[in-house]
């Protein structure tokens, strides 16, 4: 599954928040919501 490869990778993807659902939930812990992203930038 690419979900696994790109977490195996290092690589966090991406999503508008009501995208998040149409997610496996077993993995949408480890996707960020678009405004959670954009959140995390204006921290650094």
């Known amino acids: 599954m690419q979900l696994s490869e790109m977490t ?3 690589v966090t ?4 928040n009501s995208h998040i659902c149409t ?3 077993s993995y949408r812990s480890k996707i960020l919501t678009l405004s959670n992203f ?3 930038l ?3």
């Open 23 to 25: 997610f496996d939930r």
């Open 8 to 10: 195996n990778a290092g």
């Open 13 to 16: 993807l991406v999503v508008p």
């Open 38 to 40: 954009i959140e995390l």
């Open 42 to 44: 204006h921290n650094t």
